[in-house]
């Protein structure tokens, strides 16, 4: 299972921070992924870190959102600075227990938490 936190209303320029606390798996065997999806549109890969570490950003966020790991508390977190009114979304953390290749594709992701709101204003 995977619990997400930490959405919420902001303003444009502010920061949030994302937890996802996994149970059920270990961090340190899956890549985790955070995504993000608004109406009418596809949802999107923001971070991907795989079980080795390695992290891979999308353009769209890479110098402003920051994911880490708490391996010991199992939890994953998306520090979000300089937040922009696009970033407002459902925000969704993500595990691929098989460690495709494919880390950018929702497909490769076989259990999801229940997406947080996050919400950006001018």
């Known amino acids: 299972q995977l619990q997400a936190s930490g959405g919420g209303l902001v303003q444009a320029g502010g920061s949030l921070r994302l937890s996802c606390e996994v149970s059920?798996?270990?961090?340190?065997?899956?890549?985790v992924g955070w995504f993000r999806q608004t109406p009418g549109k596809e949802r999107e890969l923001l971070v991907g870190?795989?079980?080795?570490?390695?992290?891979y950003y999308a353009d769209s966020v890479r110098g402003r959102f920051t994911a880490s790991k708490d391996n010991a508390k199992n939890t994953v977190h998306l520090q979000m600075n300089s937040l922009k009114r696009e970033d407002t979304a459902v925000y969704y953390c993500?595990?691929?227990?098989?460690?495709?290749?494919?880390?950018?594709?929702?497909?490769?992701?076989?259990?999801w938490g229940q997406g947080t709101l996050v919400t950006v204003s001018s």
């Open positions: 870190i795989r079980w080795s570490g390695s992290t």
């Open positions: 993500a595990i691929d227990t098989s460690r495709s290749v494919a880390i950018t594709s929702a497909t490769s992701y076989d259990f």
């Open positions: 059920g798996r270990t961090l340190r065997s899956v890549t």
